[in-house]
C-alpha cells in the first residue's frame, strides 16, 4: 500500500478536501505548507515519520534548537506525530494569525 501525504500550500479553504481526502484514502496525513521555506524540514520530517516516531522527535529538538521552528512547522509536526494541535503560539511567535497569511523571503 502507498500512503499520500496530502502537502496543502498556503492553506487555500477551496483545496483542503482534496488534500484531506487523499490524505485519508491512503492512511496518510493532510499536512499544511504556510512557509514554502520550510519545504525541506517538512519532506524531511516525512521520511523520518516512516522510519520510527524517536527519529521525527529527535529531528523536531533539532529543528527548534536551530532556530527553524514555528507554528507551521508545529502543526506538521503534532500530526505527523499523532499530538493534540496545542493551542496558542509557538516559542518566537508574537500574535497569532492566519500561518499562511505572510510569506518570508529573505533577499541577499
Do not use: W
Not at 527553524?68 to 505527523?80: H, P
Amino acid at each position: 500500500d502507498v500512503q499520500v501525504h496530502g502537502v496543502q500550500a498556503l492553506s487555500r479553504k477551496h483545496a483542503t478536501h482534496f488534500y484531506s481526502e487523499i490524505s485519508r484514502r491512503t492512511d496518510g496525513v493532510h499536512l499544511p505548507l504556510d512557509q514554502f521555506s520550510a519545504i525541506s524540514d517538512l519532506v524531511v520530517a516525512v521520511c523520518f515519520r516512516e522510519a520510527r516516531p524517536s527519529v521525527l522527535e529527535n529531528f523536531e529538538k533539532e529543528i527548534q534548537s536551530g532556530g527553524r521552528y514555528n507554528r507551521s512547522l508545529q502543526t506538521a509536526f503534532d500530526k505527523l506525530l499523532g499530538r493534540e494541535r496545542k493551542a496558542g503560539a509557538a516559542p518566537g511567535d508574537m500574535n497569532a494569525v492566519l500561518p499562511g497569511r505572510f510569506q518570508v523571503l529573505k533577499v541577499d
